[in-house]
């Protein structure tokens, strides 16, 4: 075991460390039921059978590695079922898995995945901006790459951090495709002899996509095949804790170089924005009872094209229209349904600010009251 930092929190996990050996030999080791999240790089098994060459006879360094060979199809999926299998006693009753692959293997490991009672969520294409080209012309150019999200079976509620990626995305709900050039410039780490430290290096923006997406502050993450450490580089960055298994030496030693070279992220950069849903459910009638908003006062749309009064009960009356904010919201609109939060209006020094402005401050009033 080698460690990058000490991590001590009672859990008896070898936090923020590398495991030296092969997968499913180490993941047998750990506790079960003590991972939040794997995300899984396993060998593609691309079958190559003879060296690839550019137009101009130069060499395409091809993955070729020993690690990559298997003797048939059937010792794939035997090492691909060992070590899923061995990765599901792992995870927590909410915990889920991550797993990327080319079309040499995905469709295997997809199958075996829920032969062993995973419960799929999402494919994902990582569509590379830069692929490398089908140099012979015979096939279109491989430009993707698929990922699988399965949680740990059906009841499984995995994290899902659905707000703070919308945020991200220009307040657009992320799609299932995304684009990432593939890793090259500054971020390929090379080795003495200035060639690829790894040949199948993931770019870290995927990894900072996959853990920002479904994972929390604090959580664990495996990575069963460690590689050069990319993983484990955005988890300390973005304060997860991870634990990498990788059998390859030149890997490890490099995957270590550039762990220690990484500072994580303040605790005020990794916080989240919070999902609404996790906010402390406030009713209308509360603010009038509070007297935010007094009985009789009345609300108007952002256009101002529709009004309404407020009751005592915190319910709403417009022409012949009663109910509640949304209720009363809908009808005047001829609508089948209206988020009264934010389509009524209240007046607040000479303003007309959304209601929701005061559910914010009743909410903002809670969080300040000891557990």
């Known amino acids: 075991m080698l460690r990058t930092k000490r991590a001590e929190n009672g859990t008896g996990l070898p936090l923020d460390s590398i495991l030296v050996g092969e997968c499913v030999a180490e993941m047998n080791k750990l506790p079960a039921g003590s991972v939040d999240l794997i995300f899984a790089d396993p060998p593609y098994n691309l079958q190559l059978g003879q060296d690839l060459t550019r137009p101009d006879q130069s060499e395409v360094k091809a993955v070729n590695d020993h690690w990559d060979q298997f003797d048939s199809f059937a010792d794939y999926d035997a090492f691909t079922r060992d070590w899923l299998t061995a990765a599901r006693r792992l995870l927590k009753p909410d915990g889920a898995i991550w797993t990327i692959g080319s079309y040499h293997n995905i469709f295997r490991v997809g199958s075996i995945l829920q032969d062993l009672g995973f419960w799929m969520l999402n494919d994902v294409v990582w569509r590379k901006a830069n692929p490398m080209p089908n140099f012979r012309g015979t096939r279109f150019t491989n430009a993707h790459e698929t990922l699988i999200w399965a949680s740990r079976d059906k009841n499984s509620r995995p994290t899902f951090n659905y707000e703070a990626l919308k945020l991200a995305n220009d307040d657009v709900q992320m799609r299932s495709d995304w684009l990432f050039p593939i890793c090259s410039g500054a971020e390929r780490l090379k080795n003495e ?118 009751r005592i009960d915190g319910s709403l009356v417009s022409g012949t229209h009663r109910g509640s904010i949304h209720k009363v919201g809908a009808l005047v609109q001829g609508a089948s349904a209206c988020n009264g939060w934010t389509f009524w209006h209240a007046e607040q020094a000479g303003d007309w600010v959304p209601i929701d402005t005061f559910r914010a401050d009743i909410r903002a009033q809670m969080e300040k009251i000891p557990a």
């Open 193 to 310: 002899n200035d060639e690829k430290a790894h040949p199948t290096q993931k770019p870290e923006a995927l990894l900072h996509r996959v853990l920002t997406a479904t994972t929390r502050p604090g959580d664990v993450v495996l990575d069963p095949f460690f590689g050069t450490g990319t993983t484990g580089a955005v988890a300390r960055k973005l304060g997860r804790h991870f634990i990498g298994i990788e059998r390859e030496r030149d890997y490890v030693g490099a995957a270590l170089k550039r762990l220690a070279a990484i500072r994580p992220h303040d605790a005020d950069v990794i916080e989240f924005t919070r999902p609404k849903r996790a906010e402390p459910r406030v009713a209308f009638g509360l603010l009038v009872e509070q007297g935010l908003i007094a009985p009789g006062a009345i609300l108007r749309d952002a256009r101002a094209q529709h009004e309404a009064k407020v």
